[in-house]
């Protein structure tokens, strides 16, 4: 317990270089360019863009019913996009955080933890930003607006602790071994095809229909669209399967990162 | 009071013979058992202890373990045996600039390194011009940090790093900086601060500038101490030191 103490008074000392470290990122990601923060409002919507093309002209895809509730494909893309463009670029920024900050690292103490967790903040910004362009493009498509809505921050923060995990998880992984830094962006992209980002699970053969309870940015995507599109409270397969997976990842995240991060100053 | 204790480390680095990075590598040398470390004691059964008021210098050769020495009592690395204990906050001079981002300007990179340190930004406001003027670079506040000369960054880094009253400062040959005149400055702050109640523990390869800064000297040899006591006489000891003369390690 006094430990804990300890922890938390370390965290609360460094906090202030938790906010230093996002702005750092936010400036320099848009030093110089015109548009500056606008592009984190334009980008996914550009990207969606090219998405709605493609899949409603060569696929042929417009609405994505459910039931009687009609669903338009830019929103129905874009809500899985905007889940599941936080997880990728939280968990492969924080990837290689600690190996980035190798010249810190061997020169001051700092907790260590605070790379990938400031990783993954800044990409929780980012999701904020890209929330601009979702609720322009609802506007848009006069797609109406539950209630429900004002819960969508709930897999949101689920899905922060999840890739916090997953983030600890990859960023001592790396220093030991970097070939995950390979084989984590393919993963990444095998998984962004099993998450019903532009499809509905409908369409998939049984054997896939099998496997998606057991991808967990299948739940964080489907409880997001619960409450921004369907309007209805998700199922308690939902919670189960976003709240497991990320205190699941959480617990194995930590206790990796502890057990190696005295000998991350050797390797990096 | 003892500020820092220093009790029984050592320190061992596995120098891989090749270096294994990669899973495959790794898998098929770990199943073959054919993965061969040399062990490397940087620090075996060193025992410090510095009380409080003290300026307690190291001095020795180059690979004799000072710098981690040093490292380890500022927490960057943890020692494979013993314990390093060190009361109140400490001040780490080890290598300035820790934690500059080259593409940020200097008013940005004062509050970065300031939090890298663990310093309260009121703090920093508060202390923001006693930075800059120490610093002498007012004119280039808003210019990124990239256009700097390496001498300018050593300025801006010593100023943050000195404007706390840390309870231990730590230094790691940072009196090399800068211009004849910024060294005298860097020095004359050193002084303040060790007048203040300030404990320092520094490592220099200039025997003069210990011989005038610490009250203590430990010469470390080979990850051993040597020798350690008053200034006067472990400093005579160290430069009676010629190459010819064997060292008590390699035995």
């Known amino acids: ?268 | 009071m003892n500020m820092i204790e220093v009790r029984d480390v050592s320190m061992r680095f596995n120098m891989a013979k090749e270096k294994v990075d990669n899973l495959k590598e790794y898998f098929i040398k770990r199943v073959k058992g054919t993965l061969k470390f040399e062990e490397f004691y940087a620090l075996k059964n060193v025992s410090l202890t510095v009380e409080k008021g003290d300026v307690y210098g190291l001095v020795g050769l180059n690979g004799s373990g000072k710098s981690t020495l040093l490292k380890i009592v500022a927490g960057v690395l943890k020692p494979t045996t013993g314990t390093a204990v060190v009361r109140g906050s400490i001040a780490p001079l080890i290598e300035l600039g820790a934690g500059f981002d080259m593409d940020l300007t200097a008013r940005e990179n004062i509050y970065l390194n300031g939090a890298v340190l663990g310093l309260e930004p009121s703090f920093i406001n508060a202390k923001f011009d006693e930075i800059v003027d120490f610093s002498e670079l007012r004119n280039f506040l808003d210019v990124p940090l990239k256009n700097y000369s390496s001498g300018m960054v050593a300025r801006i880094a010593f100023a943050i790093a000195t404007v706390t009253h840390p309870d231990v400062l730590i230094a790691d040959e940072i009196l090399a900086v800068g211009d004849f005149l910024f060294q005298k400055k860097c020095e004359q702050r050193m002084k303040e601060l060790m007048s203040g109640g300030t404990t320092v523990l520094i490592v220099s390869h200039s025997i003069d500038q210990i011989e005038r800064l610490c009250n203590k000297v430990a010469w470390l040899d080979h990850g051993h101490i040597r020798m350690d006591g008053p200034v006067e006489e472990v400093c005579a000891a160290y430069k009676s030191l010629d190459g010819s003369a064997p060292s008590q390690g390699e035995a």
Not at chain 1, 102 to 114: G, M, N, S
């Open chain 1, 1 to 268: 317990m006094k430990k804990l103490g300890l922890y938390c008074k370390d965290f609360w000392r460094y906090r202030h270089l938790l906010n230093n470290l996002i702005s750092r990122d936010i400036k320099v990601k848009y030093r110089r360019s015109a548009l500056g923060l606008l592009w984190s409002v334009l980008n996914p919507l550009l990207m969606m863009m090219v998405m709605y093309v493609v899949f409603s002209q060569i696929f042929h895809m417009a609405q994505m019913n459910r039931g009687d509730v009609e669903v338009n494909f830019a929103v129905y893309l874009l809500t899985g996009q905007l889940i599941y463009n936080f997880f990728s670029e939280a968990t492969q920024t924080a990837m290689g955080s600690v190996l980035g900050s190798a010249q810190l690292i061997k020169k001051v103490y700092i907790p260590k933890y605070i790379f990938p967790l400031e990783k993954v903040a800044f990409s929780f910004v980012n999701m904020l930003f890209s929330l601009i362009a979702l609720v322009i493009v609802m506007v848009f498509t006069r797609t109406p607006v539950h209630l429900t809505v004002l819960l969508a921050w709930i897999p949101m923060v689920i899905l922060f602790v999840f890739n916090f995990g997953i983030g600890l998880i990859l960023s001592a992984g790396t220093v030991f071994f970097r070939d995950i830094m390979h084989l984590y962006g393919v993963g990444v992209t095998a998984l962004m095809y099993l998450t019903p980002i532009m499809y509905d699970v409908s369409i998939l053969p049984d054997w896939a229909r099998s496997v998606i309870p057991f991808n967990p940015m299948y739940w964080f995507v489907s409880m997001f669209r619960d409450f921004v599109i369907y309007g209805v409270m998700p199922g308690i397969n939902a919670w189960i399967g976003t709240g497991v997976s990320a205190v699941v990842a959480l617990i194995v995240g930590l206790v990796l990162f502890k057990k190696t991060q005295d000998r991350f100053v050797l390797y990096i």
